[in-house]
């Protein structure tokens, strides 16, 4: 059975750093795992899609890697701004979508 | 990118009744649609797989009874809440998977209060 743990389950670090968010699975037979953002009350958003076949995926500030074989993933975020205090939900795709427990972010001004 | 549709985005209730949640995917055909729930500060738990035509897949714990499921049309798929008690208090959020990459993407959400 797929288990998605995520590490730290919170973190608060002042605006500007760099910092790295952490996924791992239990089961190396996915189709892909996806990075999600949610703010309070809100949906998801899809940050970052990376396939089986890849290893990692950037978009702007984000990069997240992921390695098939160890079953992790991180997400790494430079420059930390205050918009970018969320959770952060790593999910890895099989017959289903399974979801971590998300890292609660805090971007201290 | 592809669009998902929840409707509505917040609905109030009393116990006992029923609520209906929408979700379509407006620019693309999905055959299938997950639900999920969040309970507050968890994490998404899926509770069932929507197949379009078909019944849908209930998750372990999950009551298909209380958790009606239609998935009628292509880009439409519905749940219902029967008999709301006040623990069905919950987010639900919908997604589908588009193209061939197995991407999802999601509702915005539902947030169901029964009073």
């Known amino acids: 059975k797929q288990e998605v743990t995520q590490i730290p389950a919170a973190l608060s670090v002042p605006e500007g750093e760099n910092l790295v968010l952490n996924c791992s699975f239990t089961d190396s037979a996915i189709y892909n795992l996806q990075w999600f953002r949610q703010d309070p009350g809100k949906g998801l958003t899809s940050l970052l899609l990376i396939q089986s076949s890849q290893r990692e995926q950037t978009s702007g500030r984000l990069n997240a890697s992921l390695d098939k074989s160890s079953g992790r993933s991180t997400l790494y975020i430079a420059a930390s701004q205050p918009g970018d205090s969320a959770t952060y939900l790593c999910?890895?795709?099989?017959?289903?979508?399974?979801f971590g427990k998300g890292t609660r972010l805090h971007i201290l001004p | 990118g592809a669009v998902v549709s929840q409707h509505p985005s917040w609905v109030i209730c009393k116990s006992g009744t029923s609520v209906k949640i929408e979700c379509r995917s407006l620019?693309?055909?999905?055959?299938?649609m997950f639900w999920y729930r969040q309970f507050p500060k968890q994490s998404l738990m899926l509770m069932a797989t929507?197949?379009?035509?078909?019944?849908?897949?209930?998750e372990q714990g999950v009551e298909k009874d209380k958790f009606l499921i239609n998935h009628a049309s292509l880009t439409l798929s519905t749940l219902t809440v029967t008999s709301a008690h006040p623990e069905d208090s919950s987010f639900y959020i919908c997604?589908?998977?588009?193209?061939?990459?197995?991407?999802?993407?999601f509702g915005p959400g539902t947030r169901l209060t029964v009073t």
């Open positions: 929507s197949n379009e035509g078909s019944k849908a897949t209930y």
């Open positions: 999910a890895v795709t099989d017959d289903k979508i399974i």
């Open positions: 620019d693309f055909q999905a055959t299938t």
């Open positions: 997604s589908a998977p588009a193209g061939g990459m197995h991407e999802q993407y």
